[in-house]
C-alpha cells in the first residue's frame, strides 16, 4: 500500500492548484481519504475528508468551504484536492492519507506555496 502525492507548487494569491494522490495496492474507493495539512511552526491540521465509496460523503474543514474540493478517481485510484481562491494562509506541506479499518496510510507531503 502506498500514497503518492503530488501536484504542489508555487502560486499566486487567488491562484488554484490540484493536489493528486495516487494509490498502489489498493483501491481508494474502499478507504475513507483525507488531506491534512502542517504549516511551518503550526500543528497538523485536516483540510478535507471523503468517505468511503458506500456514503461518498466530504468533510471541510471552515477555512477551506468553498474553496477547496475532494474528488475521487476510481479508475485511476487517485484523490484530488481542487484548491481555488489560494491565500497566503494556505501555504503548507500537504499530505493524504487512507484510512481502512483503523489501519493509516500516510503519503509523502507536497508542498503548497502562496505568495505575492
Known amino acids: 500500500v502506498q500514497l503518492q502525492a503530488s501536484g504542489g507548487g508555487s502560486v499566486q494569491p487567488g491562484g488554484s492548484l490540484r493536489l493528486s494522490c495516487a494509490a498502489s495496492?489498493?483501491?481508494?474507493?474502499?478507504?475513507?481519504m483525507r488531506w491534512f495539512r502542517q504549516a511551518p511552526g503550526k500543528e497538523r491540521e485536516g483540510v478535507a475528508c471523503?468517505?468511503?465509496?458506500?456514503?461518498?460523503?466530504?468533510y471541510y474543514t471552515d477555512s477551506v468551504k468553498g474553496r477547496f474540493t475532494i474528488s475521487r478517481d476510481y479508475a485511476k485510484s487517485t484523490v484530488y484536492l481542487q484548491m481555488n481562491s489560494l491565500k497566503p494562509e494556505d501555504t503548507a506541506l500537504y499530505y493524504c492519507k487512507a484510512t481502512l479499518n483503523g489501519y493509516d496510510y500516510w503519503g509523502q507531503g507536497t508542498e503548497v506555496t502562496v505568495s505575492s
Open positions: 495496492g489498493f483501491s481508494v474507493e474502499r478507504y475513507v
Open positions: 471523503l468517505s468511503s465509496r458506500m456514503d461518498d460523503n466530504t
